[in-house]
Structure formats: structure tokens, C-alpha cells
């Protein structure tokens, strides 16, 4: 069976420090992989979708990216954090345009 | 992109009590889910339900695509639905989430 794993679980950082959160599936190969981001109370945001290693799709302009080293393996990354960058983040999968699974979450605070 | 709506944004419910809540989505889509997010923030999976009818113990979907709404009853609810439902809808492999709507049932 396939299962998808966050980590860190919670994570607080400084302002101006950088940023790595990595997701990573298994019991599939070449998943369509996607990073969502969650403010307090509100629904889930898109950031980037990969369909493919290498391949990045960014939906929202902003301080963060993302990286896909690996066929199962998605980074979302920053230089340097702003508080706005707080919420929770959820890392997804799916094959093809079907259903999508997500991944347990990072509470990320920025002080 | 495709604008989802779901309503209403909150439901108190007492235990055993059934309920239905509604998503309205602007444009023909490929794929439509509807999500439980527990306390913890998990999103457990629901529903895959670009059309017609499922139901899985309690709960059910029914999707009309030509009127672009679905709806998700609840039955006989009990303290563990608890939690925010969100419906969202799939367009070009992304998905586009609606607001939620947060369900409490008290016991």
C-alpha cells in the first residue's frame, strides 16, 4: 500500500531564517506530487504541483520554492521565511488526475 | 480558475442527527472529492465523486455535474464527525479547494 510522510511534524523558526520541508511517498513510482499550504481556519491553497521529476509548476508567486530530486521525494524550500509564511503545510499525491492523498502536515510558525 | 462554494460555513449538530452540506462549483470538472480534516489537521478521504452516487457506512455524496453541485448527508452523526469538511474539484491535475464547512456535534 502506498503511504506518504511529512517531516518535521512542527516547526518554529526566526524571521529571515530558511526554510526546508520534505515530503516523501511510497508504494508507487512517478506520482503527481503537490504542496499545499493551509492559514488558521481557512481552506487549502495550491503552491506547486510536480508531474514529474524535475518538473516544478509554481501557482502562487511568493518566497518559496520547490524541488523534486527524486521520483517520490518533494522539497519546499525558502531563504528566507516571512511571517507570512506561517500555516500549515500539506504535501499531496495522486496518479494521474485522480484521487489525491495528503500527507500528515508541518505546522510551521514564524516568530 | 474553477470557483468552489460550500455551505454552510458552520453546523452544530446534536448526536444522532442527520444533515447535508452543499458544494456549488462554477465550471465543468474532471474529478470532484470531498475531505474530512480531523482535529489534528489530517485530510482523511472521503468521497472520489465526479458524478453520481456513493455512500460508505454513514455518510454519502451525490454529485449532479450538469448543475455543477454536489452534496455530502451525514446520518445518525456522532461526536467523531467533528471537524471541517471541504469539498474541492480537479481541473488540469490540480485541485481547488472550497472554505470548509466545520462541523461540531455535540453529545
Known amino acids: 500500500s502506498q503511504t506518504i510522510h511529512q517531516w518535521p511534524a512542527t516547526l518554529v523558526q526566526p524571521v529571515g531564517s530558511p526554510l526546508s520541508l520534505e515530503c516523501t511517498v511510497e508504494g508507487t513510482s512517478n506520482p503527481n506530487l503537490y504542496w499545499y499550504r493551509q492559514a488558521a481556519g481557512r481552506g487549502l491553497q495550491l503552491l506547486f504541483y510536480?508531474?514529474?521529476?524535475?518538473?516544478i509548476s509554481s501557482e502562487v508567486p511568493q518566497n518559496l520554492s520547490a524541488s523534486r530530486p527524486q521520483d517520490r521525494q518533494f522539497i519546499l524550500s525558502s531563504k528566507k521565511l516571512l511571517l507570512s509564511d506561517s500555516g500549515f503545510y500539506l504535501c499531496?499525491?495522486?496518479?494521474?488526475?485522480?484521487?489525491?492523498?495528503f500527507g500528515p502536515g508541518t505546522r510551521l510558525t514564524v516568530l | 480558475g474553477i470557483q468552489v462554494e460550500q455551505s454552510p460555513p458552520d453546523l452544530i449538530l446534536q448526536e444522532g442527527a442527520n444533515s447535508t452540506l452543499r458544494c456549488n462549483f462554477s465550471d465543468s470538472v474532471n474529478n470532484l472529492q470531498w475531505f474530512h480534516q480531523n482535529p489534528w489537521g489530517q485530510l482523511i478521504n472521503l468521497f472520489y465523486i465526479p458524478s453520481g452516487t456513493k455512500q460508505n457506512g454513514r455518510l454519502s455524496a451525490t454529485t449532479v455535474a450538469t448543475e455543477r453541485y454536489s452534496l455530502l448527508y451525514i446520518s445518525s452523526s456522532q461526536t467523531t464527525d467533528s471537524g471541517v469538511y471541504f469539498c474541492a474539484v480537479e481541473g488540469d491535475y490540480k485541485l481547488s479547494f472550497g472554505a470548509g464547512t466545520t462541523v461540531t456535534v455535540r453529545a
Open positions: 510536480s508531474v514529474g521529476i524535475g518538473q
Open positions: 499531496a499525491w495522486s496518479q494521474g488526475g485522480y484521487t489525491q492523498y
